[in-house]
């Protein structure tokens, strides 16, 4: 059984599609590092949770970055959806600029061995990194589905708030992470 440590029960929810192996919910409160770097961030939760557990674990850390807003909200997005909101992050961006981004995601594995993947961020024990990324436009809101910043996110003309949960996995970050930590992954 692997215990994926979140807050958020739709993470584990997606992962167990993903995976063979059981997957749960196990909400410890680590105290998350303050970095620009998604992979940092989700390593040293793994680390943190690793030693509380002493069983293998998953960490995922995600965010939304907006071009126009150079990449704000970005690792602080889980932040800023709590205090400004989704439709004040769609408000920022000016009609004249560019309306890319992308959602990234990280998944950080740790079983507390020495561990052969591609990306292995150094440390006691060290953690492999798995990273998925998709890439969209940023427009105002539209669709109920999803959540977080799903409504004002849009791949090949639908938000991510706009598909069916199969749909949104095939195309999404996290999707794409938990493919290459299952192609990888042996229990
Ligand atoms: P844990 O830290 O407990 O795992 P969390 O929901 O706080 O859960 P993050 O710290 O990784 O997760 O914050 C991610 C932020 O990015 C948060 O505001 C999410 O709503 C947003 N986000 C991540 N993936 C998303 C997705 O697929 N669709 C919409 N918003 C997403």
């Given at each position: 059984?692997?215990?994926?440590?979140?807050?958020?029960?739709?993470?584990?929810?997606?992962?167990?599609?993903?995976?063979?192996?059981?997957?749960?919910?196990?909400?410890?409160d680590?105290?998350?590092?303050?970095?620009?770097?998604?992979?940092?961030?989700?390593?040293?939760?793994?680390?943190?949770a690793?030693?509380?557990v002493?069983?293998?674990?998953?960490v995922e850390?995600?965010?939304?970055?907006?071009d126009?807003?150079?990449?704000?909200?970005?690792?602080y997005?889980a932040?800023?959806?709590?205090?400004?909101?989704?439709?004040?992050?769609?408000?920022?961006v000016e009609?004249?600029?560019?309306?890319?981004?992308?959602?990234?995601?990280?998944?950080?594995?740790?079983d507390?061995?020495?561990?052969?993947?591609?990306?292995v961020?150094?440390?006691?024990?060290?953690v492999?990194?798995?990273?998925?990324r998709?890439?969209?436009?940023?427009v105002?809101p539209?669709?109920?589905?999803g959540?977080g910043?799903?409504?004002?996110?849009?791949?090949?003309g639908?938000?991510?708030a706009?598909?069916?949960?199969?749909e949104?996995?095939?195309?999404?970050?996290r999707g794409?992470?938990?493919?290459?930590?299952?192609?990888?992954?042996?229990?």
């Open positions: 059984m692997l215990r994926f440590v979140t807050g958020n029960e739709g993470k584990v929810r997606e992962a167990q599609d993903f995976l063979d192996e059981a997957v749960q919910q196990f909400e410890y680590y105290p998350e590092i303050q970095s620009t770097d998604l992979g940092a961030i989700a390593a040293h939760g793994a680390r943190e690793y030693r509380e002493d069983a293998p674990v998953v850390d995600s965010g939304l970055f907006v126009a807003l150079d990449g704000f909200p970005g690792p997005s932040y800023v959806e709590d205090t400004l909101g989704i439709e004040r992050v769609w408000n920022a009609p004249e600029d560019d309306h890319t981004g992308r959602f990234r995601s990280l998944i950080a594995y740790c507390g061995t020495d561990l052969n993947a591609p990306t961020h150094e440390g006691t024990p060290p492999a990194i798995f990273e998925g998709v890439e969209g436009a940023i105002p539209r669709g109920e589905g959540f910043y799903d409504p004002i996110f849009e791949v090949d639908r938000t991510f706009e598909m069916t949960a199969a949104k996995n095939e195309l999404s970050h794409r992470a938990l493919d290459a930590f299952a192609a990888w992954y042996e229990p």
